[in-house]
């Protein structure tokens, strides 16, 4: 699949209900790099934002913002939450 840019992704995910894991692996195929093993879910939590550095220009190219819609549970990793895709925008 070809790089998607901030405008395609935003035509394919916004107000679109989904597991992170879902999530992270859609901008992988849309010629992302994972931030699901950067250790950061944490921070993309409490920030309802994540940006994605694409694979072909090792650049942070777009920001996404969500709502979480169902949290992880006490005995849950820590990604396992389902978020609903606010905006997208160009970074």
Same mark, same amino acid.
């Given at each position: 699949? &070809? &790089? ?5 992704i %935003? %035509?394919?995910?916004?107000? +679109? @209900? ?5 999530? $992270? #692996?859609f ?15 944490? $921070?993309? %939590? *409490?920030?309802? #934002? ?5 694979? $072909?220009? #090792? /650049? !942070? +190219?777009? *920001?996404? =913002?969500? @709502?979480?819609?169902? $949290? #992880?549970? /006490?005995? +849950?990793? @820590?990604?396992?939450? !389902? ?6 925008? @160009? =970074?």
């Amino acid at each position: 699949m &070809k &790089k998607l840019n901030a405008e395609e992704i %935003k %035509k394919e995910l916004l107000n +679109e @209900e989904m597991s992170f894991t879902d999530f $992270d #692996n859609f901008m992988m195929e849309s010629g992302y790099y994972s931030v699901f093993d950067d250790g950061v879910t944490a $921070d993309i %939590k *409490q920030d309802g #934002n994540v940006v994605y550095t694409a694979t $072909d220009s #090792n /650049e !942070c +190219e777009v *920001q996404i =913002f969500f @709502e979480i819609t169902t $949290d #992880n549970g /006490e005995d +849950e990793a @820590e990604e396992a939450f !389902c978020l609903v895709v606010k905006d997208v925008q @160009e =970074f």
